[in-house]
């Protein structure tokens, strides 16, 4: 059996618990830890006394950061594929396998949860988030797109919702989370560990128990709007939507659309049109076949040099203006 010292499985009573402890690294995943979790997994299904699995991450800043996307960076720069072919198609084996998993399985989500830490969450059937939760999608953000089944989960979520948080990479707190369908039940961090112990002691009756009533969502004045805007079919419709709004809210949002890779909402924008048809496995299929020929467009590279590895937070986009994509240049991504 793998085993990752990042990966801390045990029984706990009825449960079977999960821990991701590499809190210096906020926990983010590496391939490693994915074969771990897997290999956990494909065991406790045939178990007998485990009746449900819960999964949390260690300290308070983190549930988990996402994938080591460093790392993959350092392998496209070498011409390394093996390596970045690997670490996907087991990550989004993973999230198959979570999405498929016959016993319960419980995500206890507190602190950071962006990008694969939402790929072993969100496809459970039971997401509890607190309220330092902090939930994103911010792969436009490096040249890259939404990935680890986004492209089924974004377009199912309230709305446009989902279109919204793929595009902006903007951040939801646990309450906000749980409105827009990213989260299940809502728990304060105080009563995690007793949920926790009620989990492994009596099962799922634990969750309703330990429930706190869901303060009013932070993006409800903006709902309609985001509905209108986000239905846009093209990014260069988005914008204009966007600017015909003339509020302070559709100003920030154009701001936010503007900082990130174009290339990358052009490519995002129709991965999740057609996600919206799509069975998780075909999603997972074509995220992992946009993901090669992504990878290979400059932006990724300087995404995550940007944002990751210099931290200068001004990455040169290539083209720098949404004007200047050209559409054939994104269908090829995907032919």
């Not at 799509?278 to 400059?298: D, V």
Request: charged share 20%.
């Amino acid at each position: 059996m793998h085993h990752s010292p990042h990966v801390i499985a045990r029984r706990d009573g009825r449960a079977g618990r999960i821990l991701l402890n590499r809190p210096a690294a906020l926990n983010a995943l590496d391939l490693p830890m994915i074969r771990t979790i897997a290999a956990t997994l494909a065991a406790w299904r045939e178990d007998p006394e485990i009746h449900l699995v819960v999964i949390e991450g260690a300290g308070e800043r983190a549930f988990c950061a996402g994938g080591d996307i460093r790392a993959l960076r350092d392998h496209q720069l070498d011409g390394d594929r093996p390596p970045i072919d690997a670490f996907f198609t087991e990550e989004y084996a993973l999230n198959a396998a979570i999405a498929a998993y016959p016993k319960p399985y419980v995500a206890l989500i507190d602190g950071v949860c962006m990008g694969g830490g939402i790929g072993v969450s969100v496809h459970a059937p039971y997401r509890v988030a607190t309220e330092h939760a902090l939930f994103a999608m911010p792969e436009t953000a490096i040249g890259f797109f939404p990935d680890i089944g986004a492209s089924f989960f974004l377009p199912r979520l309230p709305g446009r919702i989902g279109v919204y948080l793929g595009l902006t990479g903007a951040r939801v707190r646990g309450a906000d989370a749980a409105h827009a369908g990213l989260a299940t039940h809502f728990t304060p961090r105080a009563g995690l560990p007793a949920l926790a112990q009620a989990l492994a002691a009596d099962g799922l009756g634990a969750l309703a128990a330990h429930a706190a009533p869901l303060p009013p969502f932070g993006l409800a004045p903006h709902r309609d709007a985001i509905d209108r805007c986000f239905a846009a079919p093209t990014i260069p419709d988005l914008f204009a939507r966007l600017a015909t709004e003339g509020t302070a809210w559709a100003e920030e949002t154009r701001t936010a659309l503007r900082a990130v890779s174009p290339s990358a909402l052009f490519w995002t924008r129709r991965l999740l049109a057609e996600g919206e048809g799509r069975t998780l496995a075909q999603c997972l299929a074509a995220e992992f076949a946009l993901g090669r020929t992504s990878m290979r467009h400059p932006d990724f590279v300087e995404g995550v040099r940007a944002m990751v590895v210099d931290k200068d937070r001004t990455p040169r986009w290539s083209p720098a203006r949404m004007e200047d994509v050209v559409p054939a240049d994104i269908a090829a991504l995907f032919d």
